[in-house]
């Protein structure tokens, strides 16, 4: 079993930055993905790191601007987000699992989620 944690939500005004934390306790290292829910709307896929951290995969409208890196040391994944904008007001989830494609985002294939955080970006 694995517990997901995230951290670092908040509120910025646009052009700001923050920076996520998923903690992982349990059993480890697994790819894991963020997501992020706007209001009103579904969720969706933001970006993706494999569990060695080769890989990384973004939807087009994050690409440039936030970063997913990884240090399995401390189990902690993390979402850098520079150049926020209102559109980026969502909550945001992250979740592992055993992928077979990193380019799909699809949630099906995450066993383990975290509780979200939120960002909320004004302008």
């Known amino acids: 079993q694995v517990q997901l944690v995230e951290s670092g939500g908040g509120s910025v005004q646009a052009g700001g930055s923050l920076r996520l934390s998923c903690a992982a306790s349990?059993?480890?290292?697994?790819?894991v993905g963020w997501f992020r829910r706007a209001p009103g709307k579904e969720r969706e896929f933001v970006t993706v790191i494999s569990w060695n951290g080769i890989l990384t995969y973004y939807t087009d409208s994050v690409k440039g601007r936030f970063t997913i890196s990884r240090d399995n040391a401390l189990n902690t994944v993390y979402l850098q987000m520079d150049r926020l904008g209102p559109d980026d007001t969502a909550v945001y989830y992250c979740?592992?699992?055993?992928?077979?494609?990193?380019?799909?985002?699809?949630?099906?294939?995450?066993?383990?989620w975290g509780q979200g955080t939120q960002v909320t970006v004004s302008s």
């Open positions: 349990g059993r480890s290292p697994y790819d």
């Open positions: 979740a592992a699992g055993a992928l077979t494609s990193y380019t799909a985002g699809e949630e099906s294939q995450y066993t383990y």
